[in-house]
C-alpha cells in the first residue's frame, strides 16, 4: 500500500508541474496577436507583461488563467487526497499534508521553468496567488492590500514587494483560525501543533516562498528588468529595461 501512495504523491506532483508548465502567456499572445511577449517589455512570459505588451483585455485573461493553475492543482490535492483511502486508522493523512506542501511547489516550478517553453518561464506569482486564495481567501486580500501599499507608499519594486508581504502571510496564518468551508487543510492537523497554532499552510507558504525567492534571486542576477518593476512617483508602472535574456 505504501507503494500505491508513493505513487500517487508523484503523479500529484507531476500533474501539478504540467499544469504549472502550460505558458497560456505565450500560446494566447501569440495565436491571437502574433506577437511573443519574451521579445517585448520586460521579456517576462507572465501575467504584468502580458497586460503591458497584449493589453487589459488579453492580458488579464492570461493572468486569470495562471490564477487558475495554482487554483486547480491545490484543490484537487485537497479533495482527493482527503478521501477515506489516504486515512490512517488513527486519523492522520501524512499523504494529504505531504502533497499539500510538493503539490504546490511544483505547480510554482512549472510556471518558472515550463517544459514548453525550453525550461523558462515567468515569476510564479499568478500561480502563488491562486494557491492563496483556496487556502484562505485572507491571504489574498492581505497580499492585494499590501503589494498595492507597498508599491505606492514605499516604492518597493513587485518582487522585493512580495517576498516581504509572504514572510508577513506566514506569520499572520499561523494565527487565524477562519479556515474556508470547501478546505480539508484543517482535518489533518500536526499532532504537536497547539491549539491556537496552525502549521500546515505557513508550512505550504514556506515551500512556495523558497520557489518564489529562487526565480527573484535569479532575475536580480541576471539584472533583468521585472526585477526592478515599480511605481513611480507619479503612479505609473515603470521599470529598467535592459537587453537581457528572457527569464
Not at 514548453?116 to 500561480?127: A, M, N, P, R, T
Request: proline content about 4%.
Amino acid at each position: 500500500m505504501i507503494a500505491i501512495y508513493i505513487t500517487c504523491v508523484i503523479l500529484a506532483c507531476l500533474g501539478g508541474y504540467l499544469l504549472g508548465s502550460i505558458p497560456f502567456s505565450v500560446w494566447i499572445g501569440k495565436r491571437v496577436t502574433g506577437v511573443d511577449l519574451r521579445d517585448h517589455g520586460v521579456k517576462n512570459p507572465g501575467g504584468m507583461n502580458s497586460v503591458v505588451t497584449y493589453g487589459m483585455k488579453i492580458g488579464l485573461s492570461i493572468i486569470i488563467l495562471d490564477f487558475l493553475k495554482g487554483s486547480i492543482t491545490i484543490a484537487l490535492i485537497d479533495q482527493l487526497f482527503a478521501l477515506d483511502f489516504f486515512i490512517a486508522q488513527d486519523g492522520a493523512n501524512i499523504w494529504h499534508t505531504l502533497t499539500s506542501i510538493l503539490g504546490p511547489v511544483c505547480c510554482i516550478a512549472g510556471h518558472n521553468y515550463s517544459v514548453f517553453l525550453k525550461f523558462e518561464g515567468g515569476q510564479g506569482l499568478g500561480v502563488f496567488l491562486g494557491i492563496t486564495w483556496y487556502l484562505n481567501p485572507i491571504l489574498l486580500v492581505f497580499y492585494g492590500v499590501g503589494i498595492i501599499s507597498a508599491m505606492l507608499l514605499f516604492k518597493a519594486n513587485v518582487r522585493i514587494g512580495t517576498l516581504v508581504i509572504i514572510i508577513l502571510e506566514i506569520i499572520l496564518i499561523m494565527f487565524i483560525r477562519i479556515n474556508p468551508p470547501w478546505s480539508h487543510m484543517p482535518e489533518f492537523r500536526f499532532p504537536w501543533t497547539p491549539w491556537f497554532m496552525q502549521v500546515k499552510l505557513p508550512i505550504i507558504l514556506l515551500a512556495m516562498f523558497a520557489m518564489i525567492f529562487i526565480r527573484a534571486l535569479q532575475a536580480l542576477r541576471r539584472k533583468s528588468a521585472s526585477a526592478t518593476w515599480r511605481v513611480s512617483t507619479d503612479g505609473k508602472r515603470e521599470f529598467k529595461h535592459k537587453e537581457t535574456p528572457s527569464e
